[in-house]
């Protein structure tokens, strides 16, 4: 059973920093796409940053030269360094991550996500 696991979340100032992490682990063969999400309260769920296998980095318009998406690939892991945090940053973020695992003896891809880690930037 493949699992992501976030951590890193919490309450930092404005212009503050937080470094988000998530752990992918199971039965793992590869990862391809890995991604953080967010949702803030009465908002639809965004992409804040993808990465991809080779390392090449979307950003959401909102969060470009503030926020870099890395990943640990030997680690099954993916970060989110967040700087100059603002208010509207405020949500709750989800780790995504489309994986290739075994499952009842086969592999399958699939595409999955963290249970999500509040993040509040206070002004």
């Known amino acids: 059973q493949v699992q992501l696991v976030e951590s890193g979340g919490g309450l930092v100032q404005a212009g503050g920093s937080l470094r988000l992490s998530c752990a992918a682990s199971?039965?793992?063969?590869?990862?391809?796409?890995m991604g953080w999400y967010r949702r803030a309260p009465g908002n639809q769920r965004e992409l804040v940053a993808g990465i991809r296998s080779g390392g090449s980095t979307d950003y959401a318009d909102s969060v470009k030269g503030r926020f870099t998406i890395s990943r640990d690939n030997a680690k099954n892991t993916v970060f989110l360094q967040m700087n100059s945090m603002k208010p509207e940053d405020t949500a709750v973020y989800y780790c995504?991550?489309?994986?290739?695992?075994?499952?009842?003896?086969?592999?399958?891809?699939?595409?999955?996500w963290g249970q999500g880690t509040q993040v509040t930037v206070s002004s």
């Open positions: 995504n991550a489309d994986i290739l695992a075994l499952y009842s003896g086969t592999y399958r891809r699939s595409d999955y």
């Open positions: 199971g039965s793992i063969f590869s990862i391809n796409n």
